[in-house]
């Protein structure tokens, strides 16, 4: 089974750029995550899609990122204009959302982005 | 706020050597313990989910057990490789939150040769 992939693996922008990032998550699976992992810190969780539906977005900041999941399969995230601080590891991950995983969660490779 | 704890934060063992870490989770409303496994510029694994009280799991020479009641579970790694050499993170899950991963800032170990 295809793994989630992401792309691009990285990117170097200056402050104030726009960047977006793809996901395709892993066949199937309904629910979609993009975290941000920030050097020493644990993944913090951006969006959650159910499908293109979104579940959870507490943690984004919306004046500047945005997430969109078309069809309940790809997903983009965007961040317009950046900052240096978010300079960060941007993971994707794909769930099934299914009682025998108990929604163990598989992740793409990740974008590491410098905003410079 | 929901806090996950792990100790130690990092960890520099001998090949050879078996090293265990620990997890500490709120234990109100649990629903599940995952443990995953974040090697430099690798996606995160998951290694383990741990849903009843007395649970334990094993894969290689990676094991895990869970206390709900107390809310705690410790990793163990027997024998470590220098291939073992990576971030091991916990997150449960609990009802009513969505069941979405709360995140430890887990444990960096370090196998040297």
């Known amino acids: ?116 | 706020i929901l806090n996950v704890e792990q100790s130690p934060q990092s960890l520099h063992v001998q090949e050879g050597d078996s090293t265990n870490f620990t997890c500490s989770f709120p234990s109100s409303n649990f629903y599940a313990l995952h443990w995953y496994r974040w090697e430099t510029a690798k996606s995160p694994e998951a290694l383990f989910v741990m849903t009843l009280n007395g649970d334990e799991k094993k894969k290689g020479r990676i094991s895990a057990t869970l206390n709900t009641k107390e809310g705690y579970s410790y990793l163990y790694i027997k024998g470590s490789q220098p291939e073992d050499s990576a971030t091991y993170l916990c997150a449960p899950t609990y009802a009513g939150n969505n069941r979405k991963l709360i995140w430890g800032l887990g444990t960096s170990l370090a196998v040297n040769p």
């Open chain 1, 1 to 116: 089974e295809a793994g989630v992939a992401q792309s691009p693996r990285y990117k170097i922008i200056e402050k104030r750029q726009s960047v977006a990032f793809w996901c395709n998550p892993i066949s199937g699976h309904a629910t979609l995550y993009w975290y941000q992992q920030i050097l020493g810190q644990g993944p913090k969780l951006l969006i959650q899609f159910q499908n293109n539906g979104v579940v959870d977005d507490s943690q984004l900041p919306k004046d500047r990122f945005s997430a969109e999941r078309l069809k309940g399969v790809d997903s983009t995230l965007k961040i317009q204009p950046a900052k240096l601080e978010d300079s960060a590891v941007y993971l994707c991950a794909s769930s099934p959302r299914d009682y025998t995983t108990r929604d163990t969660q598989y992740f793409g490779p990740g974008t590491r982005l410098t905003v410079l």
